[in-house]
């Protein structure tokens, strides 16, 4: 029986501004890589170890891939969905770039290879390619029809925008494993999805149940408290997730943006300035602080100069990112650069996500009558 589960950054499919390619970056920090095997054990050691983790030392995980967050010469430093912190083996691990050609190598050798279709579908996700991720993810429920894989086709489906389809995975999934924390946690992103926010609450309270100390589950559900505006219940998920992996840079984001919707301004950019300390090399938390910084309605906390700075840092991580290109054309405008910050505004939303966006459009409006967005 493979136990198998899903972990995949999403991609945003826009289009950018034309410029000339930066030099090729090396070092595997800040990527995505996929775990040839179907689980590994990582080294806890403050440094690697160049022998194999033994067994009973190591920390066992099942997930498909992991983020690298620092390198050596032969490993790589990543960390669990539980916020568990350990090292792999170079070996034993493939960048998204060569990672289809190695599970499609696989696949060929062993027609029935479970593992090599489950791992192809995830990085087929990565890449955006959702209609092979759909077509790899299905033949590996044909080969065995697993709790796992109706949960790792949800979210291929989830991420198409099929949410009837990911609800009808996810229910397959929890009547095959009732029990099944991470699901519920998944479920729960798809209700947040949909606006049903009771529901995320729900499902996520389920998770939390089944695994108490689960950071995507306190995340998931603080998540769907603050699109119900009630900070406060937000602010303590958020504060729970970092008791577990105090770190994250992803819970310190989410608690600024409950801290400035509860207008305590100081709290929210001590938040994210830590973010920033915390994860430099992620494109959406330069971006999250330089649109807050631009965007702030307390003029007082409000930095157009620090927050283009930013978000051309972001940028410079993830160059069709549309969100990160939105937060560079309210840095702009911040600045009274207003041409700027239309260019990149309507640069933006060629993302099909945000062609028909209402808020993107307002946005741009400002912009044209020489106006800088400010968050409510």
């Not at 194999?52 to 190591?58: C, L, P």
């Not at 960048?95 to 696989?106: I, K, M, P, R, S």
């Not at 894989?149 to 009732?178: C, F, G, T, V």
Request: glycine letters at 2%.
């Amino acid at each position: 029986m493979h136990a198998v589960a899903l972990l995949i950054l999403s991609l945003v499919p826009a289009e950018p501004i034309r410029e000339r390619e930066a030099p090729k970056d090396t070092s595997w920090v800040g990527k995505t890589v996929y775990v040839r095997a179907n689980a590994v054990r990582l080294d806890p050691a403050l440094e690697p170890n160049e022998q194999a983790v033994d067994a009973k030392d190591g920390i066992f995980s099942n997930m498909l891939a992991y983020r690298v967050y620092v390198e050596r010469p032969n490993h790589v430093q990543v960390k669990t969905r539980e916020g568990l912190i350990g090292w792999l083996r170079k070996i034993d691990v493939v960048l998204l770039d060569e990672a289809a050609a190695v599970f499609t190598e696989q696949i060929e050798k062993t027609p029935n290879d479970l593992s090599g279709y489950n791992r192809r579908a995830a990085v087929w996700r990565s890449k955006g390619e959702l209609d092979a991720a759909i077509k790899d993810a299905s033949e590996a429920i044909r080969i065995s029809p697993q709790f796992t894989l109706y949960n790792n086709r949800a979210l291929i489906w989830q991420s198409k925008k099929d949410y009837e389809k990911a609800l009808a995975d996810y229910n397959q999934a929890i009547a095959m494993s009732p029990q099944f924390a991470l699901v519920y946690a998944n479920r729960a992103t798809l209700w947040q999805a949909m606006k049903e926010y009771d529901k995320a609450i729900e499902d996520a309270t389920k998770a939390i149940q089944f695994q108490p100390k689960f950071p995507n589950a306190y995340r998931a559900r603080g998540v769907a408290f603050h699109s119900k505006k009630a900070y406060d219940q937000a602010i303590a998920d958020f504060d729970k997730v970092l008791e577990v992996d105090p770190k994250s840079s992803q819970a310190l984001t989410d608690r600024a943006k409950a801290y400035a919707a509860k207008k305590e301004h100081a709290k929210a950019l001590d938040d994210f300035n830590s973010a920033l300390k915390s994860d430099p090399t992620i494109a959406n938390w330069a971006a999250e602080t330089a649109l807050w910084l631009a965007s702030c309605n307390e003029p007082k906390y409000r930095d157009g100069t620090r927050a283009l700075a930013l978000a051309e840092q972001a940028r410079k991580l993830e160059r069709t990112n549309a969100f990160v290109l939105q937060a560079l054309a309210a840095a702009h405008a911040e600045l009274g650069q207003f041409a700027d910050a239309i260019r990149w505004q309507e640069n933006a939303m060629l993302d099909p996500q945000l062609r028909d966006n209402a808020e993107a459009r307002r946005r741009l409006e400002l912009y044209r009558k020489n106006i800088p967005y400010r968050q409510e």
